[in-house]
């Protein structure tokens, strides 16, 4: 049987130092978003993502960005991960990225919604500086990135509520990261939190940080994530602002850590 995934990365361990086929790597990606309920991809997303999986791939032989460097993979369980999140994102909105580590979501999400503002924050300075010049080679002008701690950064005025769309992906357990993003959210905004698939205790163990900071439980959605040998399931967690968080959250890691909500 043919497969995909063996074709791209035979290539790409043989081939190390040139370019993966930018037309094979296109037609996949097609076919891992549709069987993931994705949209297909314009030619210049799909071009954009190609070279973002080249950058990425690079960088990382020298810097701990991603375990995840077969192609197919990247594919599957970074990008379409990161886009199954594009039907939440209201027009236009401005978006915080909370510990965005390799640039996932934020730059996925950049390259198709380039309507959308984004923030990508992250305290490891070398990542950010990655995502800074990796934006700029995509010539993505929609994305500011920050290296900061989230916790001290939503004590800020002009970044606490001031934000549409607050997104983390593998960054902490729910208790922690409502006490950190949560703060970050405007009234009627939404955090999303992309999570694995024991959310449910996560979000039982959250639920009284997730009120004390403003915020209801909007949705709680299980998807699947598959392509060939590939079947993994995801969890994606939506937050409502409801209220606003008070001036003393979020509190410094060390003691949100210590004593959650």
């Not at 990425?56 to 369980?77: D, G, Q």
């Not at 900061?148 to 549409?164: G, N, V």
């Not at 403003?214 to 949705?219: D, M, P, V």
């Amino acid at each position: 049987m043919f497969h995909v995934k063996h074709l791209l990365y035979d290539q790409y361990i043989s081939n190390k130092g040139d370019k993966m086929d930018i037309n094979l790597f296109t037609t996949t990606l097609s076919d891992v978003l549709k069987k993931n309920g994705i949209r297909h991809p314009t030619g210049l997303e799909a071009r954009k993502l190609y070279f973002l999986t080249e950058i990425m791939l690079k960088t990382n032989s020298t810097m701990n960005l991603t375990a995840i460097v077969e192609p197919i993979e990247i594919l599957v369980k970074h990008y379409a991960d990161c886009l199954t999140i594009l039907n939440l994102i209201p027009e236009q909105a401005k978006l915080l990225d909370v510990g965005c580590g390799a640039g996932f979501p934020s730059l996925p999400l950049a390259i198709f919604r380039p309507d959308i503002s984004i923030t990508a924050l992250d305290s490891t300075a070398k990542k950010i500086e990655y995502i800074k010049s990796t934006s700029k080679t995509l010539e993505l002008d929609n994305i500011t990135c920050i290296s900061a701690r989230a916790e001290d950064l939503a004590h800020k005025t002009e970044f606490r509520e001031k934000y549409d769309i607050v997104t983390a992906r593998a960054v902490a357990n729910m208790q922690v990261l409502s006490e950190l993003c949560i703060p970050f959210v405007k009234k009627g905004g939404k955090f999303i939190a992309m999570k694995g698939q024991k959310c449910h205790e996560e979000f039982e163990a959250a639920q009284k940080t997730i009120e004390v900071c403003g915020g209801n439980l909007s949705s709680l959605d299980l998807i699947k994530l598959t392509y060939q040998d590939i079947d993994e399931t995801r969890a994606i967690i939506g937050i409502q602002k409801t209220a606003t968080t008070p001036l003393k959250y979020p509190r410094q890691y060390a003691k949100i850590v210590k004593s959650p909500l």
